[in-house]
């Protein structure tokens, strides 16, 4: 993973014109199921944000791109649970997740509408509420209230920091090696830091949620 992180990076580096698609490809990642428990797409995207703002580039574009993406990748999430229904569930590599899938059915089940705002910023759960909330047939308008409201808060709590790292960075005279090379370490880091959260978060009481059917789980 780490060689990968790198070779991302590096590429945006020698090619910064490409950072506002790779801004935009993360944040919808980070929305999708499966994907979004395996891609540190928030570290991959304060690590770019400081390598454009250092490229002499306009960085505020990424602040869109990051929207878009946040709201694109729920929003296909949502049509894929809409259409498919529980059906989605049972192939791979979904059927791969049941314990994730009955704990973000829950958290659907709790919180309703909600769900779609918090889960954006839970390290658990957002990569399937979206998808749950299609299942549950959410109302379309609610659940896209929801996610362009989530996505307006999370898209500049993740691109401002890494404009704010890569200002700092030039003003102290860092060469484009240099922050490479911190970006670098900045994501590595960030990426066990998820991982950490990711296992700690796991719901002690999944086995008992897993038990409980899809089918019978009520509407938010």
């Not at 878009?68 to 229904?85: H, I, N």
């Not at 049972?90 to 889960?119: C, D, M, Q, T």
Request: net charge positive.
């Amino acid at each position: 993973m780490a060689i990968y992180l790198h070779d991302l990076l590096d590429f945006i580096a020698r090619h910064p014109n490409f950072a506002f698609a790779a801004v935009f490809l993360l944040a919808l990642s980070e929305a999708m199921p499966v994907l979004g428990t395996v891609v540190p797409g928030s570290s991959l995207i304060l690590g770019i944000c400081a390598l454009v703002t250092t490229a002499d580039m306009t960085p505020w574009p990424l602040l869109v791109a990051a929207f878009l993406g946040a709201v694109v990748g729920d929003g296909v999430s949502f049509g894929l649970g809409y259409q498919y229904r529980r059906e989605i569930l049972r192939g791979w590599p979904l059927n791969r997740f049941p314990r994730l899938i009955a704990h973000s059915a829950a958290f659907v089940k709790k919180y309703g509408v909600a769900s779609v705002f918090l889960a954006r910023f839970m390290a658990v759960v957002r990569a399937f509420v979206p998808l749950l909330a299609g299942i549950f047939r959410m109302s379309t308008g609610r659940f896209y209230f929801a996610n362009v409201l989530s996505a307006l808060v999370w898209a500049p709590l993740h691109v401002f920091p890494g404009i704010f790292v890569g200002m700092a960075i030039a003003l102290g005279g860092v060469h484009a090696q240099q922050l490479g090379v911190l970006a670098i370490a900045a994501v590595i880091i960030g990426a066990i830091a998820w991982t950490l959260v990711k296992a700690q978060r796991q719901p002690t009481h999944s086995a008992r949620l897993h038990g409980e059917p899809i089918d019978q789980m009520a509407r938010p």
